[in-house]
């Protein structure tokens, strides 16, 4: 007598791009690094749960393919166009669930549109989520009590395969930044709290990532915010001869070890946000160390004789910004020979200190402008 294997459950990831207009073709290019997020998800699912993951900024969805369960990393520039996909989904019958910041930072408004959410980092809550669904007992919501320790997985990077990404290797060996920058929806995501991976765990990735001529990117919030474990990281390097850039912060250009240690693991640039060069402005976003010890010439004149290349960003529309700042921070750009620099409009995240200001001193013009129609 024959006997029929159950099939297997089945799970499709899905990354949403930014905004997508009706016969769009073509995405900005500079946006298509792989969506590490995505590789997590798929690392914490059981490898007998069957799995495809469709990036919307490469293809299209194939919204009428069977599958059991669909998962969303959310942001807030992502939202609108996420909840466009999930109801899509949802209107063929199939569950989804949600995680990401936005999940976090607006669990309220997400859950409208999905069958369950997850607050917080996967880590210790997606494998009940798939669990309880192949179980049949699904929750609405998934909380984590606790920040996860780092290291136990290793991002699935299989579910890259055939797609054309840039050619850049992203591996993750920090979560958070221990700063409390009013604008930054980091601090307000993990509280201001910074987590490592063990460096021997991201020594073996970069090892197992690595191709030849390609540039390693360190995707952390603030490789630095934790200098000693940024200098362990760094000595671990140094024997691989790779090529790396990060995100860090101004204050860095002050530690000359971890110039030095900089320059001798490879590393080739990084983005430091600058965001205004006016003191008052500065203090109005909690950031008044940026002109610490002679402020960003004086840092970028340190960055440079360690030959790191410096991608800047600012940001534009504080209370104090004139048509003049505008005009002397692009001055100061072209003068001090930024690599890149990037030109940002100010920006209020929702659960950030500087959305919350602006929500009580009446100056909204939305109350949540990421899904608004105009």
């Known amino acids: 007598m024959l006997t029929t294997r159950p099939r297997p459950f089945r799970l499709t990831l899905v990354h949403p791009c930014v905004g997508r207009r009706v016969g769009m073709?073509?995405?900005?290019r500079t946006w298509k690094m792989e969506p590490l997020p995505a590789a997590l998800i798929a690392a914490l699912t059981p490898p007998e749960v069957e799995r495809r993951f469709y990036d919307d900024r490469?293809?299209?969805?194939?919204?009428?393919?069977p599958t059991d369960l669909v998962a969303?990393?959310?942001?807030?520039?992502?939202?609108?166009?996420?909840?466009?996909?999930a109801s899509e989904y949802r209107r063929r019958g199939v569950p989804v669930v949600m995680g990401g910041f936005h999940?976090?930072?607006?669990?309220?408004?997400?859950?409208e549109h999905c069958e369950t959410i997850v607050v917080g980092e996967a880590e210790d809550l997606f494998p009940e989520v798939i669990d309880d669904y192949r179980h049949g007992r699904p929750r609405k919501s998934y909380r984590a009590s606790e920040r996860p320790r780092l290291g136990g997985v290793e991002p699935d990077r299989s579910i890259f395969r055939g797609k054309r990404y840039l050619p850049m290797r992203l591996v993750e060996s920090t979560r958070g930044c221990r700063f409390r920058c009013d604008f930054c929806a980091v601090q307000s995501m993990f509280d201001a709290t910074q987590t490592r991976h063990p460096v021997d765990r991201v020594v073996a990735e970069v090892m197992r990532v690595r191709r030849p001529g390609q540039m390693i990117f360190f995707i952390d919030d603030n490789l630095t915010s934790d200098a000693s474990g940024a200098k362990e990281l760094m000595r671990a390097l140094?024997?691989?001869?790779?090529?790396?850039?990060?995100?860090?912060?101004?204050?860095?250009?002050?530690?000359?070890?971890a110039l030095e240690l900089m320059e001798r693991s490879g590393?080739?640039?990084?983005?430091?946000?600058?965001?205004?060069?006016?003191?008052?402005?500065?203090?109005?976003?909690?950031?008044?160390?940026?002109?610490?010890r002679g402020g960003p010439r004086e840092a970028l004149a340190r960055f440079r004789r360690f030959g790191i290349r410096i991608y800047g960003t600012f940001i534009f529309g504080y209370d104090n910004d004139t048509?003049?700042?505008?005009?002397?921070?692009?001055?100061?750009?072209?003068?001090?020979a930024l690599y890149i620099a990037a030109f940002n409009h100010i920006t209020p995240f929702p659960g950030t200190p500087l959305y919350q200001r602006l929500e009580d001193e009446g100056r909204k013009r939305w109350e949540a402008w990421w899904i608004d129609e105009a």
């Open 323 to 336: 048509r003049e700042s505008f005009r002397a921070t692009v001055e100061f750009c072209q003068q001090e």
């Open 72 to 85: 969303i990393s959310v942001e807030t520039y992502t939202a609108k166009r996420a909840y466009q996909i």
């Open 267 to 292: 590393c080739q640039g990084l983005l430091v946000g600058f965001e205004s060069l006016d003191p008052a402005g500065l203090a109005a976003m909690n950031k008044q160390f940026n002109m610490m």
């Open 103 to 111: 999940a976090t930072l607006c669990p309220d408004e997400v859950m």
């Open 238 to 257: 140094i024997p691989l001869n790779v090529r790396w850039v990060s995100q860090a912060s101004i204050n860095v250009a002050w530690d000359e070890e």
């Open 25 to 28: 073709k073509r995405y900005i």
């Open 58 to 65: 490469l293809e299209a969805i194939p919204y009428d393919e």
